[in-house]
């Protein structure tokens, strides 16, 4: 009975004995290897980071790790501010490397028709007269302005009556369009071609990406333009191709009083 309890505690100390002496060989290759080694920062990813994310938001998903620089594959980010502009193409897992592969220009996405929605926002859709959208040049990707024609009181100066009159102005910018479609009109869709197919119609959709806000705001501005009441005349709405260095800081309402300005 001693011999047995003897020999399982000699086959315990044995049996950790020769787990250290593994672990500091292992400890001990890596410690050989990275001698004399270059040793580059390189970004891992701690947690997945969803397709779409911005390369500046980057940042809170990964964690900083080293490694040899004869390891170090080719396109590996090095520097967070190098994504800057960019965004995931696809899911990235965790532990994956962050490689500049993985990240593109949001056009490339939008021209593939996968515009992400900004969190916290929401899908908006509304028509206007091709006119009224650059004429038609607007697509998935693309930051748009909106200038909204209101009425507002006025006092008549013959009778002082009071009369709603138009003032116009930009009220949205930088609006984010996901997607584009060509319109048709319910006369279009009723009336075939000589080839049998249907006729467009000269709307364009635009989906836009607004806040809670921004989209009542917009579906007022709808309501009004589409379907014209006693109280509100007309509301106008047009919208504006706007790019990274677009400057709307001399937007100001534009009334009957200051058209000539």
Not at 20 to 27: E, H, P
Not at 54 to 66: Q, S
Request: glycine residues 10%; negative net charge.
């Amino acid at each position: 009975m001693k011999t047995r309890i003897i020999g399982a505690i000699l086959a315990l100390v044995l049996a950790t004995v020769g787990a250290f002496l593994v672990v500091t060989y292992v400890r001990g290759a890596d410690a050989r290897a990275a001698t004399g080694a270059e040793l580059t920062e390189v970004y891992v990813a701690e947690e997945a980071i969803p397709a779409g994310t911005a390369g500046e938001a980057v940042g809170e998903y990964v964690k900083v790790d080293t490694m040899p620089e004869r390891n170090v594959p080719e396109g590996v980010v090095t520097e967070l501010d190098t994504l800057e502009g960019m965004v995931a193409d696809a899911e990235i897992l965790p532990g994956e490397l962050l490689l500049e592969a993985r990240f593109v220009d949001p056009a490339v996405r939008a021209a593939r028709g996968e515009v992400d929605v900004p969190a916290g926002m929401q899908e908006m859709s509304f028509a206007l007269p091709v006119q009224r959208v650059v004429g038609g040049a607007v697509q998935p990707g693309d930051k748009v302005g909106l200038i909204i024609t209101k009425y507002i009181p006025y006092t008549d100066i013959a009778s002082g009556e009071p009369i709603p009159g138009p003032e116009t102005q930009f009220s949205f910018n930088g609006v984010l369009v996901t997607n584009v479609q060509v319109g048709t009109s319910v006369r279009a869709a009723e009336a075939d071609d000589e080839d049998g197919s249907d006729v467009s119609g000269n709307t364009i959709m635009l989906t836009v990406a607004l806040s809670t806000h921004d989209a009542e705001r917009l579906a007022w501005a709808s309501e009004g333009f589409e379907e014209p009441a006693d109280y509100i005349p007309y509301i106008g709405i047009w919208a504006t191709l706007q790019n990274s260095e677009t400057d709307t800081s001399g937007s100001t309402p534009v009334t009957e009083s200051n058209i000539r300005q």
